[in-house]
């Protein structure tokens, strides 16, 4: 097996160095900028990070299961936009309650996602052309609801938003960050401890192989991208308390983010391998890319995206690398 | 004194399997007796791999019934027949090699503590399962990390982790060398003691011998019969399988020719890590073999000579001219044709028809602004399908629907269409059937004849002597002696070279 020592002379296994390189690389990020940068080497900084991107970290979550089975799912930025849309015309029209919005908004992403899933299983499409469309019909659909953007303004929902979880020594973190967590949790002891996430590895390893198997391949790959949706429509729920409105243009484009993170984290787009640390890692290096240039303050945000570029391509060479390397 | 048999674990009768404009099965029987080993004989194509998918659930019978144990069955899926108790090892490793060797060797049924896959407990039943194959290996490494014989093993401990009643081998042992064979024997065997039956299928007659106790043999997916093993004589069991008399093959050459026209020079032609700077002259008409054990670095020689791989060092001349051979098409500029080993991956696309798959790479010599006539390909390939004896004959058939030997010679049409001077056949009749083998090594005969040097590359030492007019021993990677054939060489002295690597 190919592995790689380290100082201490302890071996570490091909299929971590990915995930390794890209803390290295967070680490590195984090160090240069406490040096150029006055106040930046703290710890608010990092709860920042996750702060602002919590809901991009669960749709990369859901993203993760997808294509660690070697699928790929495009809808979830437009579902993410559907959610916003969904709870802020629900909380301002009718005047719904969040506890009865909230579960809905979670079904509804659940359902788009599950009839994908069946679509992709069932007929054999290729996950790419279903959750294009899948993208078109959600993004649609929030333009049925309305044009423009929706604020949110009911009372228990902005109070939740708005609440601060007080750390110690002066550090805080939003509610989104702990439901963030546990879901990163709850969807790494999936992937590890459960039947259904090993079964996720081995249909992104060979599904022919796994069929033979004896696998459940395809309630697999419904599964899937039941989850991603149910993470998407989560994903937007905390779009909503971010940005307090819905709105048809949220979340364009967060679809690529999502699989630039969980690329940059190490898992291969091929699937079978990567870890769900290495899409938390992924998340923080793109999070981490814009607080820098927030620093900078002279920079474009686009600059993000000329960096998260180049990221990009230097992973995918890495994966290249490391895969040809395996090969016997 | 005949003992009274126990009555069969599994009994398949009538079955029928009709594909798209093939029959496949037509009425076929099978019966399988606990503790006993039955092979299942015939040539490609006829039926063997379909009966074994019906078996398994991946294929459903048009006809016919399917009893274990005495009660009718019918599975939906292989998920159904394995718990049913019917394992199977496929012959292309069926296993996700991403993941770890215990998962490999139990997933779908890890031992689990609340829901909670127990990873502990499932290392130690991995390794359990390893040790009654008498294999110690790092089981928490990932599958990758292990050669395709070593696979095969796990993919059998994987088979024996379910109360198997029945455990299915199709064609395990031909990633297998002479040991590892008979560490297999030795689990099956035991396994066999157990009570379990066994059906395997293999086309090294040796072995079948060796370790079954009864055959049931198919031609043209119809049942010609069930025997037991030692009252059926080899000669009787391939005039069964291919149903006629198999004229006996001698030496297809007479005494070596003197070869004059150097084709092909290779000199000092290495590869780091691959193989060791060899050097070797290929004549015009002249058939090279190259002999030597699994990983000895004969596929190697190949792909440097057809440019798939980067050589290292060295030069190669062309017809006495210096060559760069950098890359296939380059080589195929110079007239070298590449017939891989591994035809499933490499050349043949099913789901394209036999004529095109076999005018695909002369159109790719003409581009596609001179679209080969429909007219010339028609006769092209009727001329080849009749010449290789593909069938089904109908040029409009998809390659998928083809047995292993008939998408054999349709790959060997597609190279021997360009009329190339030097033909490399890498493992040309590995997995293929008596009767289509004969046929292939005929066909290479009579295209040395016909002035076409070839380098034939073979597992099998009888088929290389018998065919060569010179033979390559490769060991440890590297070419340790030529030999000219004659009637001295045999295939002990070549067995002999090969351990001794040539130091006599």
């Known amino acids: 097996m190919t592995t790689l020592s380290l100082g201490g002379g302890r071996a570490v296994p091909a299929r971590y160095v990915p995930v390794l390189v890209t803390g290295c690389l967070?680490?590195?990020?984090?160090?240069?900028?406490?040096?150029?940068?006055?106040?930046?080497?703290?710890?608010?900084?990092?709860?920042?990070?996750?702060?602002?991107?919590?809901?991009?970290?669960?749709?990369?979550?859901?993203?993760?299961?997808?294509?660690?089975?070697?699928?790929?799912?495009?809808?979830?930025?437009?579902?993410?936009?559907?959610?916003?849309?969904i709870s802020a015309s629900l909380m301002a029209g009718p005047g719904w309650p969040p506890y009865v919005?909230?579960?809905?908004?979670?079904?509804?992403?659940?359902?788009?996602?599950?009839?994908?899933?069946?679509?992709?299983?069932?007929?054999?499409?290729?996950?790419?052309?279903?959750?294009?469309?899948?993208?078109?019909?959600?993004?649609?659909?929030?333009?049925?609801?309305?044009?423009?953007?929706?604020?949110?303004?009911?009372?228990?929902?902005t109070a939740f938003a708005q609440t601060r979880i007080d750390l110690f020594a002066d550090l805080w973190i939003s509610p989104s960050v702990v439901i963030a967590a546990v879901v990163v949790l709850a969807a790494a002891y999936v992937l590890h401890y459960t039947r259904l996430g090993r079964a996720v590895y081995a249909t992104g390893g060979s599904e022919q192989s796994a069929l033979l198997m004896g696998l459940p391949v395809g309630r697999t790959k419904v599964a899937v991208y039941t989850i991603s949706g149910f993470c998407s429509a989560l994903g937007g729920v905390l779009l909503s308390f971010y940005m307090l409105s819905g709105y048809g243009l949220h979340a364009v484009g967060m679809e690529l983010d999502a699989i630039a993170?969980?690329?940059?984290?190490?898992?291969?787009?091929?699937?079978?391998?990567g870890f769900l640390f290495g899409t938390v890692l992924g998340v923080l290096v793109l999070g981490l890319i814009q607080t820098i240039l927030s620093f900078e303050g002279t920079l474009s945000s686009w600059w993000t995206k000329i960096f998260i570029g180049l990221l990009l391509f230097a992973f995918i060479l890495l994966q290249r690398l490391f895969s040809a390397r395996r090969r016997p | 004194m005949a003992m009274a048999t126990p009555a069969p674990v599994l009994r398949m009768s009538g079955i029928g399997k009709q594909f798209p404009g093939v029959r496949a099965l037509d009425g076929v029987d099978l019966r399988l007796l606990p503790g006993e080993v039955h092979a299942l004989m015939g040539e490609n194509g006829a039926g063997k791999s379909t009966l074994i998918k019906v078996l398994t659930g991946v294929h459903q019978a048009d006809e016919g019934a399917i009893e274990l144990a005495g009660r009718s069955v019918a599975f939906g899926s292989p998920l159904e027949a394995r718990q049913a108790g019917i394992s199977t090892v496929y012959q292309e490793v069926n296993l996700c090699t991403n993941l770890s060797v215990a998962e490999n060797i139990l997933i779908g049924r890890e031992p689990r503590r609340w829901g909670r896959i127990d990873w502990k407990r499932m290392r130690a039943r991995a390794r359990e399962l390893l040790a009654r194959l008498e294999l110690d290996l790092d089981v928490s490494a990932p599958l990758s990390a292990y050669s395709l014989a070593i696979q095969q093993m796990v993919a059998i401990a994987r088979a024996l982790d379910v109360e198997a009643r029945v455990l299915i081998l199709d064609e395990p042992t031909s990633s297998l060398d002479a040991d590892e064979v008979g560490q297999l024997?030795?689990?099956?065997?035991?396994?066999?003691?157990?009570?379990?039956?066994?059906?395997?299928?293999?086309?090294?007659?040796?072995?079948?011998?060796?370790?079954?106790d009864r055959m049931t043999i198919l031609r043209n997916g119809r049942l010609v019969g069930e025997y037991p093993?030692?009252?059926?004589?080899?000669?009787?069991?391939?005039?069964?399988m291919i149903g006629q008399e198999l004229a006996a093959l001698d030496r297809l050459h007479g005494e070596a020719a003197a070869f004059d026209r150097p084709l092909v020079e290779a000199r000092?032609?290495?590869?780091?890590?691959?193989?060791?700077?060899?050097?070797?002259?290929?004549?015009?008409?002249?058939?090279?073999?190259?002999?030597?054990?699994?990983?000895?670095?004969?596929?190697?020689?190949?792909?440097?000579?057809?440019?798939?791989?980067?050589?290292?060092?060295?030069?190669?001349?062309?017809?006495?001219?210096?060559?760069?051979?950098?890359?296939?098409?380059?080589?195929?500029?110079?007239?070298?044709?590449?017939?891989?080993?591994?035809?499933?991956?490499?050349?043949?696309?099913?789901?394209?028809?036999?004529?095109?798959?076999?005018?695909?790479?002369?159109?790719?010599?003409?581009?596609?602004?001179?679209?080969?006539?429909?007219?010339?390909?028609?006769?092209?390939?009727?001329?080849?399908?009749?010449?290789?004896?593909?069938?089904?004959?109908n040029p409009?058939?998809?390659?998928?629907?083809?047995?292993?030997?008939?998408?054999?010679?349709?790959?060997?049409?597609?190279?021997?269409?360009?009329?190339?001077?030097?033909?490399?056949?890498?493992?040309?009749?590995?997995?293929?059937?008596?009767?289509?083998?004969?046929?292939?090594?005929?066909?290479?005969?009579?295209?040395?004849?016909?002035?076409?040097?070839?380098?034939?590359?073979?597992?099998?030492?009888?088929?290389?002597?018998?065919?060569?007019?010179?033979?390559?021993?490769?060991?440890?990677r590297r070419l340790v002696a030529e030999l000219p054939n004659g009637p001295e060489l045999t295939t002990d002295v070549l067995m002999e070279t090969i351990a001794s690597g040539g130091r006599t």
């Open chain 2, 396 to 476: 409009e058939h998809l390659v998928r629907d083809l047995s292993g030997g008939n998408q054999q010679k349709v790959l060997l049409a597609r190279w021997l269409i360009l009329e190339p001077r030097l033909l490399i056949l890498d493992e040309p009749t590995r997995g293929i059937d008596v009767g289509a083998k004969t046929e292939i090594q005929r066909l290479v005969a009579e295209l040395s004849g016909g002035g076409m040097a070839v380098l034939f590359i073979s597992a099998e030492l009888e088929e290389v002597l018998r065919l060569s007019h010179k033979v390559a021993v490769l060991r440890d």
């Open chain 2, 185 to 212: 024997f030795r689990v099956m065997r035991r396994l066999k003691d157990d009570g379990i039956a066994i059906l395997f299928v293999s086309h090294f007659l040796d072995q079948v011998y060796e370790i079954s």
């Open chain 1, 26 to 85: 967070f680490v590195a990020m984090f160090v240069v900028g406490g040096i150029r940068y006055e106040g930046f080497a703290s710890g608010q900084v990092v709860l920042n990070v996750f702060i602002d991107n919590a809901f991009l970290l669960v749709v990369a979550v859901g993203m993760t299961f997808v294509i660690l089975t070697g699928g790929i799912d495009l809808s979830v930025g437009s579902v993410v936009a559907l959610s916003t849309m």
């Open chain 2, 229 to 240: 093993t030692r009252e059926l004589s080899q000669v009787d069991l391939v005039a069964k």
């Open chain 1, 261 to 273: 993170a969980v690329v940059i984290g190490g898992t291969l787009l091929t699937g079978g391998t």
């Open chain 2, 268 to 393: 000092e032609l290495g590869r780091a890590g691959a193989i060791e700077p060899f050097t070797l002259t290929i004549h015009e008409g002249e058939v090279v073999g190259l002999a030597g054990l699994l990983g000895s670095g004969r596929t190697e020689v190949a792909r440097l000579l057809f440019g798939a791989d980067h050589a290292g060092g060295g030069r190669v001349a062309v017809g006495g001219a210096p060559a760069s051979l950098r890359t296939p098409r380059a080589a195929m500029g110079h007239g070298i044709a590449f017939c891989s080993e591994n035809r499933k991956a490499d050349g043949l696309i099913p789901d394209l028809t036999v004529r095109e798959n076999i005018i695909l790479a002369l159109q790719a010599t003409r581009g596609w602004t001179r679209p080969v006539p429909r007219e010339q390909q028609d006769e092209l390939v009727e001329r080849y399908v009749k010449a290789l004896r593909i069938s089904p004959p």
């Open chain 1, 101 to 157: 919005v909230v579960p809905l908004v979670l079904l509804v992403g659940s359902g788009l996602g599950l009839l994908m899933g069946w679509l992709v299983h069932a007929f054999d499409i290729q996950p790419f052309i279903v959750t294009l469309a899948g993208m078109f019909l959600a993004r649609g659909l929030c333009y049925t609801i309305g044009t423009e953007s929706i604020p949110i303004e009911d009372a228990t929902f």
